[in-house]
């Protein structure tokens, strides 16, 4: 947006596209003003998707002084890009005529968006503003079960005949009154509506009146099973470079179809959750309260609290060896945390393989062997210097030793361990990203004492 | 693909798009035989994207023999699909002749892509392939920086002069012989070539003849600067929603059009990158061999060796304190492994939340301050259970005490320096996802030793 960047920020290098501060300038004057009309000017220039950040982004007092100033300007773009959480307080601010006028203007798949999350007294009084063809179509979209393909379709549809011609798509076209907002291709389908390939619009346009539709149709066509996964759906939009595709139910019978920006939407939200589960951090987002977000982490640290625990039992039997010689204390969390490291390093890898399909069974034996011989190389080429450095420190060099030992065991463990362990949670239908970490960080570390301990206790003493 | 399992592979939740036993064993039984012919027809049914998968999956000597034997039907599309590494190495193994006809079947932005990352002599050897004006445009393309909007574009435009009317648009497609394999919306441009909106083709399709164009542009239109940067670039496509955008260069004027299945791609990459910079794992992929890996790996496990030797440090400062008390080398990874995780989740947020333009100088101090909260709730409601135990397990109430505090202090450094490290990071020009870990387990584990073991030493002995 504003290119010049504000020199007050802590975030210098904001991008073109972040709302700083001189967008939001104007916003909260005209709001510390009263001025409505002054807020609609400031919020005129703006994408409905980055006034729904700029709500975001505000503290929840703030949001609903603008909610009610802004009022009767809020539209159905605002609400479909505003986040579950906020989206739900904004909802519950708004006058039902401001709402019902809102929802009305969206396709049914952004309504289902929009309402399947909310709780069921505000998805009635959407779902009573609505058309009642819209309605049934909504209701029906919501029949299918969370996260299915069906959830994700629009059901306005652009179709045709697959004989017919350029010249009677073209007038058909331009007879329809409620075409879709975007489409990108006319579905082709058989007398039992089951589609039998897809004309791009390009095509259509550049082809004579006279030509038939099928000879026109792409090349490589592809349909989605209306229960299909919308995470697979995403993959096979990315996979394929899909831009739209045909949903369609057991039977093969259109039902829907889905557009290449949802995909994207899906695509997003699904890194988004791979990246915040390795970290052990649920859903949530940057606007949610102090007990919400203590409430989201907690747990994990909790299980961590748990896998320390039976790290200390590992240590607490090699009190006496620790005892007659401390500088196995000081050194004993270097090996326990390289382990850490090498471990997400190598689990990282496979959960992203696995979320990819880039590991099969046709690649994961091949991939098991070199992780792990990348696991015995980085052992080795680390425990030199640190062995060395030990054994000079010390003046010990069979502590030296024992702490190279314990490394390039501990690597190795790790490398194997942090390929194993996604990939039999993903066999016990567990999602790898979410419960990978505290394994293989068990795993690490309690080899990782054990071994550097226990063969200090043998070698040393 | 294949619905049925396999039921004698490791990863048996294979999705629907995965390439399983199934689709490989045709292909390799054709390998085997030296059947060309058969080769050729288990390849038929697949995507390029799928062959190139599969390329990617079996190993090299399998992969030297599958390009042998399929040789001429390699296209350009399925050289697109394949990974940096495995591309060069196919190429490689090409005859020119089937090279060139690959190539010259691609569109300028997939050439560009397809050759950007090979060396020279490659490069030479694509680009003497293409037709001149090809050629022209794609060495126009590489004259951009990299990662930048104009190399990412594509240069076959679909325009036509603001005053035109639907009639005329469409006489003018049809009547083009070299129109883009996929385009959705006509770019109108002012007599300078300055984009001034665009249509898009289904309401060219469905609009009655002698409707102006400029009656038809949408509302809201964004052009993307040559320069900017791709993940910009992806960022735009999924804020805004758009299907295509105009590339504009310093003057305004159209130079290209970038499309929402490259942004798509773009966001996809840009996500990988963030997960695997914040696990410690460059670039790279699972057909890397072991030297590459390890070369791409043990730099991170070379600086974690350096940062948990500033831990060792610390300890090393209390060994006395130990030797008095064994029981606070048992129990010191419990706080420094605490705070890690702890650490951790703040700084994936934190990362994320940069990334994602949702932690602005709007909101900075309020996350700042939410996330401390939260750091200061959860070391309480943790350090109760663990100070309770401790003091149960060891009979020393003190000892307790020591621990839970440690706890606390541990969990509040951790969210500060989990939000602080990353914006600090941002703010230098450092990519907060690269750099962040090391920084922040290293703040908490030193943190963690120095607060247990210093107020053990002064409150226990």
Do not use: C
Not at 134 to 141: F, L
Not at 268 to 291: K, N, P, T, W, Y
């Amino acid at each position: 947006m504003a290119d010049d960047q504000s020199t007050d920020t802590m975030l210098p290098e904001e991008g073109d596209y972040e709302l700083d501060r001189e967008v939001m300038r104007p916003v909260l004057a005209a709001l510390a003003a009263g001025d409505a009309a002054a807020l609609t000017a400031a919020f005129e220039p703006l994408h409905a998707a980055d006034i729904a950040d700029l709500l975001e982004q505000v503290d929840d007092e703030t949001r609903h002084a603008l909610v009610r100033l802004y009022g009767r300007e809020i539209d159905g773009e605002i609400l479909s890009e505003l986040k579950d959480s906020i989206r739900e307080d904004v909802i519950a601010a708004l006058e039902p005529q401001v709402l019902a006028d809102a929802v009305r203007e969206l396709e049914t798949d952004d309504v289902v968006d929009l309402i399947e999350d909310l709780d069921e007294a505000q998805q009635d009084t959407i779902l009573d503003a609505l058309e009642a063809s819209d309605r049934v179509a909504v209701e029906q979209s919501l029949s299918y079960p969370e996260y299915s393909a069906g959830r994700l379709m629009q059901r306005e549809l652009v179709v045709a005949p697959e004989h017919w011609d350029v010249g009677q798509a073209i007038d058909h076209l331009r007879a329809q009154e409620d075409l879709p907002e975007q489409f990108y291709h006319m579905i082709l389908v058989d007398p039992r509506m089951r589609p039998t390939g897809y004309v791009t619009l390009g095509r259509l346009l550049s082809a004579p009146r006279a030509t038939r539709l099928a000879d026109l149709a792409e090349e490589s066509f592809r349909t989605i099973p209306v229960m299909q996964d919308e995470g697979e759906v995403a993959y096979a939009f990315n996979q394929y470079h899909l831009i739209s595709a045909p949903v369609v139910d057991a039977d093969d019978r259109l039902v829907g179809v889905i557009t290449i920006d949802d995909a994207m939407a899906i695509l997003d939200e699904e890194h988004e959750e791979d990246i915040l589960r390795l970290a052990g951090v649920g859903e949530g987002s940057l606007s949610d309260g102090v007990f919400a977000t203590t409430l989201r982490r907690v747990p994990w640290l909790a299980v961590n609290l748990v896998t320390a625990g039976l790290s200390a039992l590992v240590i607490s039997q090699f009190e006496e060896t620790i005892a007659a010689l401390v500088a196995l204390a000081v050194l004993m969390p270097i090996v326990a945390s390289m382990g850490g490291n090498a471990g997400t390093q190598s689990m990282t890898v496979t959960v992203r393989a696995i979320a990819t399909k880039d590991l099969t069974s046709a690649n994961l034996w091949r991939v098991i062997r070199r992780e792990v011989l990348v696991g015995l190389h980085n052992g080795i080429v680390l425990a030199l210097p640190l062995g060395l450095l030990v054994a000079l420190i010390f003046g010990a060099p069979m502590l030296g030793a024992v702490i190279g030992a314990a490394l390039v065991i501990n690597l190795l463990v790790a490398a194997a361990g942090g390929m194993l362990v996604p990939v039999a949670l993903e066999k016990l239908g567990v999602d790898p990203a979410l419960a990978s970490g505290v394994f293989v960080t068990t795993i690490t570390d309690v080899v990782g004492f054990y071994a550097f301990l226990g063969l200090a206790g043998a070698m040393l003493l």
